[in-house]
């Protein structure tokens, strides 16, 4: 069978700001999505993933309409990548899924390509997606972004070890980022000063990515989250795990991704430090990753 792999993804700083055109900064995992595609007379996904069935078979549509295909596909849908919101796995999937194609049709399709094909499904899944998630599926690595500007890739100073925390509770990325949406349409100058506040953020956590200054990263994660909160995506489950992270010895902590559960991540001194944290935040799950 044809076979297609997407990377997943944390954002370290500039979720949901970063669909109102700030800049912002996230890290590939190793972890990925895997597609098998086999033809069928009807789209179909086939996974242990708790996906959404119908949505997830207008994505495969979408994704199909961009590379121009007419035939229909059984998508197998696998991998090592947490399918709980804020990792990415949709974009995961949609570019899995776009590369599986282009293999099966002899395209040969470019990042580029594979990316722009790939953000037609993100769309069905988000709605409104800035494009961060489908450009790190794609490249992988360390990458900042800005909507309509693309993305560059960023230096790493120090090795950052983060323990990526699973809340359990799943949330559509696309509610959350009408959430905000909301938040904007009715608070447009407290939204206003939050962006400046962000933008600060950004620059000085960039430095300290490339200088390698842990501690400072930590403490603009930490910001970050307070400014997540004040525009009403941080859920309850999300300031729970955070604050265990926290009390844990987390040089710092927020939500990643859409927030309003799915994934939270924190930030340790070093890998021993991280492995410990992960084995203590029980019940929840998660996972230690090396970002260097
Ligand atoms: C989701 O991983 C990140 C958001 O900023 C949405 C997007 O950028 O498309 C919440």
Redo the contacts with the bound molecule.
């Keep these: 069978m044809i076979q297609g792999e997407g990377f997943g993804?944390v954002?370290l700083f500039?979720?949901?700001?970063?669909?109102h055109g700030l800049p912002?900064i996230?890290l590939g995992l190793s972890n990925k999505s895997i597609i098998r595609i086999e033809e069928s007379k009807e789209n179909e996904i086939i996974t242990k993933f708790p996906v959404i069935q119908t949505l997830s078979i207008s994505a495969i549509q979408a994704v199909e309409d961009a590379v121009g295909v007419k035939e229909k596909f059984k998508v197998y849908f696998e991998g090592d990548l947490p399918v709980t919101g804020?990792l990415?796995s949709s974009?995961a999937f949609c570019v899995a899924l776009a590369k599986a194609l282009s293999k099966k049709y002899s395209k040969n399709f470019n990042n580029e390509e594979i990316n722009k094909i790939a953000n037609e499904g993100?769309k069905v899944f988000?709605g409104?997606?800035?494009?961060?998630?489908s450009a790190v599926a794609t490249y992988g690595g360390a990458i900042e972004y800005k909507?309509n500007q693309g993305f560059k890739q960023i230096k790493i100073g120090k090795p950052i070890f983060l323990v990526v925390g699973i809340t359990g509770k799943n949330s559509p990325?696309k509610i959350?980022?009408e959430k905000?949406q909301e938040f904007k349409n009715k608070n447009s100058e407290e939204f206003e000063k939050i962006k400046n506040e962000y933008q600060e953020i950004f620059e000085e956590g960039k430095n300290a990515i490339e200088e390698g200054k842990i501690e400072i990263i930590g403490e603009l994660m930490n910001k970050n989250q307070k400014l997540l909160k004040k525009v009403g995506?941080s859920d309850e489950i999300n300031d729970k795990l955070i604050e265990k992270f926290l009390q844990l010895g987390a040089i710092g902590a927020k939500l990643?991704?859409?927030?309003g559960g799915g994934c939270c991540i924190a930030l340790a001194e070093n890998e021993e430090k991280a492995k410990e944290i992960l084995e203590k935040i029980y019940p929840f799950k998660g996972f230690v990753t090396k970002v260097d």
């Design positions: 993804k954002i500039g979720e949901h700001f970063v669909v912002a996230a804020g990415g974009a993100e988000h409104n997606p800035s494009g961060i998630d909507r990325t959350m980022i905000v995506v990643t991704g859409g927030g």
